[in-house]
């Protein structure tokens, strides 16, 4: 059975991180906020808040091979820039994949949904 998920000050603050972060973040990105913010936590807390975003499709679950999930806040159609020197994913829009997805459909494909990754390095890791 699942436990009930309350309004609890940690499960606001976190709802809040993923509407003020525009790149995919981690589980200690999100316990290092709810520090930050002097808010006790521990890391079960914090998966079973952010588990309950997922399931409730408030939130979108990435894996870019780094042995971990990343979570970000469902908006539009975007990619990702993931560095392979730094921790780093960040977000980018996107302009071609209606028209690429409509191709797709022309083979007979019912595209459900899709993930696209850029790996390289960022540009601080340029330097
Ligand atoms: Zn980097
Ligand atoms: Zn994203």
Do not use: W
Not at 18 to 32: K, L, R, V, Y
Not at 39 to 67: A, H, P, Q, S
């Amino acid at each position: 059975m699942e436990a009930k998920i309350k309004n609890t000050p940690a499960r606001l603050a976190i709802t809040q991180l993923f509407e003020n972060t525009d790149s995919p973040i981690d589980i200690e990105q999100i316990i290092a906020f709810l520090r930050s913010k002097k808010l006790k936590t521990n890391k079960v807390t914090v998966y079973r808040i952010v588990d309950f975003l997922y399931k409730n499709e408030i939130i979108n679950r990435l894996e870019f091979g780094e042995g971990k999930f990343r979570y970000e806040v469902k908006k539009e159609d975007h990619h990702h820039l993931v560095c392979s020197n730094c921790d780093v994913v960040e977000d980018v829009s996107d302009v071609f994949i209606d028209k690429f997805e409509k191709d797709i459909a022309k083979k007979g494909f019912l595209v459900k949904s899709h993930s696209l990754e850029f790996f390289g390095l960022c540009k601080n890791c340029q330097l």
